[in-house]
């Protein structure tokens, strides 16, 4: 094998990595690739080499975005007195994608497990308490994932935070069903349903 088989292989290892796409579907990805070589893959290395170098994770809520502040922390429009608590940035973006939800976010990294020893420190929980003061907010939305993580995670925090509305998304959630997956149809309807816990 010469050394641009071993690469192409490398690149198909990698794309294999992503998710959603296995062996084949990474192998099928590279081909097109490389089949529009000037119009998909030379601008989508650039781009990769530049987020790369770009990307950060917003120090205020853990969001992705291209400076220390993501766009949503910096408008003041957003800053209604509602923070939605997710647990990963994909399920910020779904909100996002729905459109309804006008305040600012949350992201915790994650939900709590004693069986992967993930406590609050490991989370970002602590920052999420220190934003509720700060920040002067009114309402916290939970929009946590419908699982038994996502649930004790829910009561953590609903627990720590005894001074201030806590509602959670209500109607569409299926139990152990997860934001990202999820229509725009069904989050508007839960975000618009929620519950005070």
């Given at each position: 094998?010469?050394?641009?088989?071993?690469?192409?292989?490398?690149?198909i290892?990698?794309?294999a990595?992503?998710?959603?796409?296995?062996?084949?579907?990474?192998?099928?990805?590279?081909?097109?690739?490389?089949?529009k070589?000037?119009?998909?893959?030379?601008?989508?290395?650039?781009?990769?080499?530049e987020?790369?170098?770009?990307?950060?994770e917003?120090?205020?809520?853990?969001?992705?975005?291209?400076?220390?502040?993501?766009?949503?922390?910096?408008?003041p429009a957003?800053?209604?007195?509602?923070?939605?608590?997710v647990?990963?940035?994909?399920?910020?973006?779904?909100?996002?994608?729905?459109?309804i939800?006008?305040?600012r976010?949350?992201?915790?990294?994650?939900?709590?497990?004693?069986?992967?020893?993930?406590?609050?420190?490991e989370?970002?929980?602590?920052?999420?308490l220190?934003?509720?003061?700060?920040?002067?907010i009114?309402?916290?939305?939970?929009?946590l994932n419908?699982?038994?993580?996502g649930q004790?995670t829910a009561?953590?925090?609903?627990?720590?935070?005894?001074?201030?509305k806590?509602?959670?998304?209500?109607?569409?959630?299926?139990?152990g069903?997860?934001?990202?997956?999820?229509d725009?149809?069904?989050i508007?309807?839960?975000?618009?349903?929620?519950?005070?816990?």
């Amino acid at each position: 094998m010469n050394h641009t088989s071993k690469d192409l292989e490398r690149l198909i290892e990698l794309m294999a990595k992503l998710p959603g796409l296995g062996p084949r579907s990474a192998r099928r990805a590279v081909l097109h690739m490389v089949k529009k070589r000037a119009l998909i893959m030379a601008p989508l290395a650039d781009v990769l080499a530049e987020v790369a170098k770009t990307v950060r994770e917003c120090l205020n809520c853990g969001n992705i975005g291209m400076s220390d502040s993501c766009d949503i922390c910096k408008n003041p429009a957003r800053a209604n007195g509602e923070i939605c608590v997710v647990q990963d940035v994909s399920d910020l973006w779904a909100m996002e994608r729905s459109n309804i939800f006008k305040g600012r976010y949350h992201v915790l990294g994650g939900t709590l497990s004693a069986l992967d020893a993930i406590g609050p420190d490991e989370l970002r929980i602590p920052r999420l308490l220190k934003r509720v003061f700060e920040e002067e907010i009114t309402e916290v939305i939970l929009a946590l994932n419908a699982t038994i993580d996502g649930q004790t995670t829910a009561h953590y925090i609903t627990d720590q935070l005894r001074n201030v509305k806590v509602s959670t998304l209500a109607q569409g959630v299926p139990i152990g069903g997860e934001l990202d997956y999820l229509d725009d149809g069904t989050i508007i309807a839960a975000l618009k349903a929620r519950k005070t816990l």
